[in-house]
């Protein structure tokens, strides 16, 4: 099992990139690592590299302004590129990235490729809910606009993702609406929840927002318009909450403040239990991870994408694709 | 100056909503009140009605499963089409209700009908940030299927409202987008963009929604699906962050748990802070309560309504609209 981490790619790379697979190492990780990127900067920030890692020089990086398509034309050595080659032949198992997710998603589909009978790979997202398990949300980013049957498609990804990682058999999908009740919603989600009624697939109905986190349903689907606009409202507030928590728990002393702390860590959707956002669709594993990743997401992430690999989803969503078309 | 008040909507009416309207009294609000509903029951609840206070009795309410307008058809004295009838005839300077969200539009609609110009209502609700000032996010839930001119049209009324409620000149306006760049978004934010930056507003560009609690904007506007994901999320989350410091804090002291209360209360979109959701758009002055809302919820907003009648930011909306025809 090899996984390749883009080390050149994120607000904080290439340092908090090689710390995350550090770790990942010194914990008895069981993947071996292929570190892609600039040889000599990762060889002085990292001296004693050990055998399960080695490393895939590029100096070429997709920056976060640029094009992705213009960029990956021109760099056809980008970081994040000879990862997803990497992957396509059979030299990786998965991939990992924290740079430009538009980048990451053009060299998903240039070089896997989507799984036969996909249109539209998604970026799914875990978020947390009040009980033991996540929620796994899609689409929040990949397509802002999109047609009913995409969004069968998506649940489709979701529950194959969810079944083969979460080991949780015929996982509950939901539809993201703004009512409980069928009739509920804009053109899209009154047309999709009626495709998604006749699926395969064992949906629940419409999921509002904020019963999203209560966990009614395992896998919820929504245009990536939509779910963006949700992801980032719970990054945001989030980190607001926290902050006025900690402002008044430091005057109440520090064990105070490190409880709380560790009572809400889960609830950001940007902590490292939700490390990384698998890219559903494409032929191979390819996880997003957040811009601002930090060493302990992207350990976590690497172990996200080892059980990625482990668990043949990619399989499972073609079978998923063709009972569903019986 | 008189409110009107529905007592018969709502899921803690017709008690918390009669005693939201005493509450009110009790502390020397200036306004007169007129309570909409059953007679009888208001006075077995309310037994010693101050002179500031009146009944309209009706034993007519619309339920919160029925549908709007076969329900307002049917049910001519329904307690929310008279607080809506009670404005029209200027007996009222305005009124709140915390039934059915549907059923206040449908008889705000007919009775007060739209400001000329205006071909959209929208629900808007203020939303804390991390500063003093609130956000006010338009739609939430009014028009789930929208045009860009749509977006221009919340943009206006919700420039007025802030400018009347919250003394700011020529408020910052934002549109809720998944980017900051002008060419991110779907097809409605991409030509929204343009007919924005050529408007009569202050608009300050795309808004993320995890920016949106950071203040940036005095009003972000947004199609009401994507507006209510947003509202539903943020309740969502809050209860369940919430929830689990709550949890903790308990077991670390009856102080600690009252002063982190204190300290994130605000956050809550539901919370008496943001008690009500002004209707724009319609002829006359009617905020929509939470159905959830309880007596502190209803006090405040009878404040709200009683500053939007003051204010008379209905005026200004229509003069908003000819200055940016021009």
Redo the contacts between chains.
């Keep these: 099992m090899k996984i390749a981490i883009d080390v050149m790619g994120g607000d904080f790379a290439p340092q908090e990139l090689i710390a995350g697979a550090k770790n990942y190492l010194q914990n008895d990780g069981e993947a071996n690592l292929i570190l892609v990127g600039d040889e000599k900067v990762i060889r002085e920030l990292w001296v004693d590299i050990p055998d399960k890692c080695e490393i895939y020089h590029t100096d070429e990086v997709v920056e976060m302004g640029e094009h992705p398509l213009h960029a990956l034309r021109k760099k056809k050595n980008a970081s994040v590129a000879v990862c997803a080659r990497l992957v396509k032949q059979a030299k990786a198992d998965g991939f990992i990235s924290a740079g430009s997710t538009g980048a990451q998603m053009a060299a998903s589909l240039l070089e896997l490729g989507k799984i036969t009978g996909i249109e539209r790979p998604a970026i799914s997202v875990m978020l947390?809910?009040?009980g033991e398990s996540g929620v796994l949300l899609l689409d929040v980013?990949a397509n802002?606009?999109v047609r009913p049957s995409h969004l069968v498609e998506f649940a489709l990804m979701g529950s194959a993702y969810y079944e083969k990682i979460c080991g949780v058999e015929k996982p509950k999908i939901g539809l993201?609406n703004?009512g409980e009740e069928e009739a509920k919603?804009?053109?899209l989600?009154k047309t999709a929840y009626g495709l998604l009624k006749d699926s395969s697939l064992n949906f629940v109905g419409n999921v509002?927002?904020?019963?999203?986190?209560?966990g009614k349903a395992n896998v919820v689907v929504?245009?990536?318009?939509?779910g963006?606009?949700?992801?980032?409202?719970?990054?945001?507030?989030?980190?607001?909450?926290?902050?006025?928590?900690f402002?008044?728990?430091m005057s109440?002393g520090e064990e105070?403040l490190l409880?709380?702390k560790?009572?809400?860590k889960r609830?950001n959707p940007s902590s490292p239990e939700y490390s990384a956002a698998p890219l559903l669709g494409v032929n191979g594993v390819s996880l997003v991870c957040h811009g601002k990743s930090k060493a302990p997401v992207i350990t976590n992430a690497i172990k996200l994408a080892v059980n990625c690999a482990k668990s043949n989803y990619v399989d499972l969503i073609t079978k998923e694709l063709t009972q569903n078309q019986k």
Tied chains: 1, 2.
């Design positions: 947390p809910t009040a980013g802002v606009d993201m703004i919603g804009n053109e989600t509002e927002a904020d019963h999203l986190f209560q929504c245009d990536g318009f939509v963006n606009v949700l992801l980032k409202t719970s990054e945001g507030l989030s980190e607001l909450i926290q902050g006025a928590i402002k008044t728990a109440l105070t409880q709380l560790k009572s809400i609830f």
